[in-house]
């Protein structure tokens, strides 16, 4: 006997690759926001810009991975920005380029006063190769591995791990 109803095998509900976005862009979007906002005490930023960084190389690694395509780091040095600060933009590799068109990954800046230092691969990263991408996250969820130093009133160091998780530590040398 039937009693009218017909089930679906349509699944409703969001994919683990969705909510993996959602989560990356609000994430990117609170560190935006903290590193825009200002009147922070000098060491107070320098830990909230490292924070903000985190979350965005974690934003690249996942957008690699959901684009299927690599995702790039690129610093520029105030000589190049025409600013006071340095910025770090992101692009994705398409076209046989990197292209600069990664909404999830807009362009951000450093306080002023704060500094990169990328090391990458074992080797130091300098302003002169400002052209090349510094840090490079691949579709397979492969990164290069790299340990990112800002210098400001607090030294702050971000790095990745052989798991691939990118963590903050506090350099008080």
């Known amino acids: ?38 009147g922070v005490g000098a060491r107070k930023q320098t830990e909230d810009t490292a924070v903000s960084l985190r979350a965005m190389l974690e934003t690249a690694a996942t957008q690699a991975i959901v684009r299927h395509q690599p995702i790039a780091m690129h610093w520029q040095a105030p000589s190049q920005t025409g600013t006071e600060q340095w910025q770090v933009r992101w692009s994705g590799w398409r076209q046989n380029q990197w292209l600069d068109e990664i909404a999830a990954l807009p362009v951000a800046a450093l306080p002023p006063g704060v500094t990169p230092d990328i090391t990458v691969d074992g080797l130091r990263w300098s302003e002169q ?3 090349l991408p510094v840090l490079v996250f691949y579709p397979t969820g492969e990164t290069m591995t790299f340990t990112l130093t800002l210098i400001g009133e607090q030294r702050m160091v971000i790095s990745n791990e052989v798991d691939g998780a990118i963590e903050i530590m506090s350099d008080n040398t």
Not at 5 to 19: R, V
């Open 129 to 131: 190769n400002s052209e």
């Open 1 to 38: 006997m039937e009693t009218g109803k017909t089930l679906s095998n349509k699944q409703t509900g969001f994919s683990l690759i969705e909510l993996l976005v959602v989560m990356t862009i609000m994430a990117l979007m609170i560190s935006v926001v903290s590193l825009s906002i200002g």
